[in-house]
């Protein structure tokens, strides 16, 4: 079951700069989508969410973009801290109206001071 | 701020044997959730529990599980006879679905180890 994908399971940037983290998914029936954080040993911390009414969503450095026709979302952190180092999930839901998520497999950030 | 608390955080058990996961939701929220992650792979949904039943479950939710709210605070997850395969970490949600697409609060999860 491949509905959310995340191709980079790793990512690099330095401490300042912008990290980008994509996600693809190919349900068309989603309608809701979250990026989730996650620490070893913990569980997944909620980020940030975007409804597929919107094309963006901001909240202090972390800005979701949504595009539709492309079935694509990203999350964009800016600046990047060496405290963002994480796993970032990506998940979507809105087939069965529940709060049934579908998680990507994840992409592990590190953020270089 | 409240959070959703798992215990144990690992659970060793033997093939055959029945576990027990246990869960405090946060307080005032209304819909509760178990999800897994067996190590390497995605998060996947198990279940969903509403108003004191099960609102969606999962392929992987078969009969060797279920879910209980005992009282008022506690969820529980139990798997009647461990398979080797059922070893995964096993993280109880919990959310307010007072406004729409309230998001997961997650706990720390229980490390299930099936020997």
């Known amino acids: 079951d491949q509905q959310v994908k995340q191709n980079s399971p790793s990512l690099s940037v330095q401490e300042g700069r912008i990290s980008i983290l994509n996600c693809d998914y190919t349900?068309?029936?989603?309608?809701?989508f979250l990026w989730y954080k996650k620490y070893p040993a913990e569980g997944p911390t909620f980020l940030i969410s975007i409804s597929s009414i919107k094309d963006k969503n901001e909240d202090g450095r972390f800005t979701v973009f949504l595009n539709k026709s492309a079935k694509h979302l990203s999350l964009h952190i800016v600046p990047s801290q060496p405290g963002d180092s994480a796993v970032y999930f990506c998940?979507?839901?809105?087939?069965?109206?529940?709060?049934?998520?579908?998680f990507g497999t994840g992409t592990r950030l590190t953020v270089i001071p | 701020e409240p959070e959703v608390t798992q215990t144990p955080s690992h659970q060793v058990t033997q093939m055959g044997q029945e576990v027990i996961l246990r869960c405090v939701p946060i307080?005032?929220?209304?819909?509760f959730y178990w999800y897994r992650q067996i190590l390497g792979q995605k998060v996947e949904f198990l279940v969903s529990?509403?108003?004191?039943?099960?609102?969606?479950k999962s392929e992987i939710f078969d009969d060797q599980f279920s879910v209980e709210r005992p009282d008022g605070s506690n969820f529980t997850l139990k798997i009647r006879s461990t398979k080797l395969e059922d070893s995964a970490m096993y993280f109880c949600?919990?959310?307010?679905?007072?406004?729409?697409?309230?998001?997961?609060?997650f706990g720390n999860g229980t490390r299930l180890t099936v020997t």
């Open positions: 529990f509403y108003n004191n039943e099960i609102s969606e």
């Open positions: 998940a979507a839901s809105g087939i069965s109206g529940a709060n049934n998520l579908f």
């Open positions: 349900n068309s029936m989603f309608d809701y």
């Open positions: 949600a919990s959310s307010d679905r007072d406004r729409d697409n309230s998001p997961l609060h």
């Open positions: 307080s005032n929220h209304l819909y």
